[in-house]
């Protein structure tokens, strides 16, 4: 009588022949999802025995499901802002961590929106089951848009009452306020803020920073638009710094510029902190490397992607999930 382990042919024939459920070997060969190391090992020495690969294309496709989520990096105005910016780089390798725990495979797109349907003709092409766009840039309407008719999206950036869009993101004015209590609690009168205050999370961290400040010095603060490279952030503050502008106290949009605009001041031999104090935004590895090691408003990129890929898994199994704020931090070192 022929042996039925013979004849592996489906992942059924498999379950069957381990005594487990169907999912437990999707888990087992894929390596995605909780399971535990002992069964996980005995199904996968049985599938080598016999010879049986899982066919997990034809499977996502019985499913109805592709098994990836998309990773959405809008480029508007600050177009020329990396993906080996510190910031993206550990948000992407948090968010691979999270979605690789939720059975998920990571589809990275760099994207620079044309059109107002760009995102709908990314949806329509169902690359993926579900979508998490790290930064609004200037694309709040086309999130709008989609968010109208398509539920499982997620995005990293501020909430706003007006947005129809899910957010998950740090208190971006709470951060802003912070900052302007920290440079007026170190005795700090003449202040700059330098960041792109186009684009929503950078406009919120400004108007904290102003909101935070007694009336005198509201009106008094210098605005220092900026793009959010290295390159374009020490030119603008160089610049600021060449036409005699001499701030005592600096709040920067992000880490990046915040650095960018201490090797500008190095160069104009001002000296940080004893003539200006520096305060920045993010709190990347980078920060405490930083020379003098940098002040900043951390927000925690791993509790946010984690936020972000629940969020997103919630949506997609049908539940209401709303908007979620983190609460920001200050990490006082020898910047200010």
């Known amino acids: 009588m022929d042996d039925p382990a013979d004849h592996l042919k ?3 024939d498999l379950a069957r022949l381990a005594g487990v459920s169907v999912s437990t070997v999707s888990r087992a060969l894929t390596g995605k999802g909780a399971l535990n190391k002992g069964t996980r090992a005995r199904i996968q020495a049985l599938a080598d025995q016999h010879g049986f690969r899982m066919n997990v294309a034809a499977q996502n496709l019985r499913l109805g499901r592709t098994g990836a989520i998309a990773v959405l990096l809008p480029m508007g105005p600050e177009r020329g802002r990396q993906l080996a910016d510190p910031f993206f780089v550990t948000m992407l390798g948090c968010l691979a961590d999270a979605l690789t725990d939720r059975g998920y495979d990571l589809l990275l797109s760099r994207v620079v929106p044309q059109g107002d349907d760009w995102l709908g003709s990314f949806i329509r092409a169902g690359r993926a089951d579900g979508i998490i766009v790290v930064g609004q840039s200037t694309q709040s309407a086309a999130l709008d848009r989609a968010a109208a008719h398509y539920r499982p999206m997620v995005v990293w950036g501020a909430g706003s009452a007006d947005n129809m869009h899910v957010t998950v993101g740090t208190d971006n004015v709470a951060g802003g306020v912070l900052a302007a209590h920290h440079l007026i609690a170190r005795g700090r009168r003449r ?17 904290g920073f102003l909101d935070g400040l007694p009336d005198d010095l509201r009106d008094e603060v210098d605005l220092v638009p900026t793009a959010m490279t290295p390159d374009q952030s020490f030119r603008a503050a ?23 605009i201490m090797a500008a001041a190095a160069e104009q031999g001002l000296r940080v902190p004893q003539d200006m104090a520096v305060v920045g935004f993010d709190d990347i590895l980078l920060a405490r490397f930083a020379h003098p090691p940098l002040t900043t408003i951390r927000q925690d990129i791993e509790a946010g992607a984690r936020a972000l890929v629940d969020l997103l898994v ?12 983190i609460a920001p931090e200050l990490v006082v070192r020898e910047s200010s």
Not at 238 to 260: E, L, N, Q, T, W
Not at 315 to 320: A, L, S, T, V
Request: avoid cysteine.
């Open 238 to 260: 160089a610049d600021y710094f060449a036409a005699g502008h001499r701030p005592d106290g600096v709040f920067a949009a992000s880490d990046v510029v915040a650095m960018s």
């Open 314 to 325: 919630r949506r997609i199994e049908g539940q209401n999930a709303g908007t979620v704020q």
């Open 10 to 12: 489906s992942i059924a």
């Open 191 to 207: 202040l700059a803020y330098f960041g792109a205050v186009s684009v929503p999370e950078f406009a919120a961290r400004h108007q």
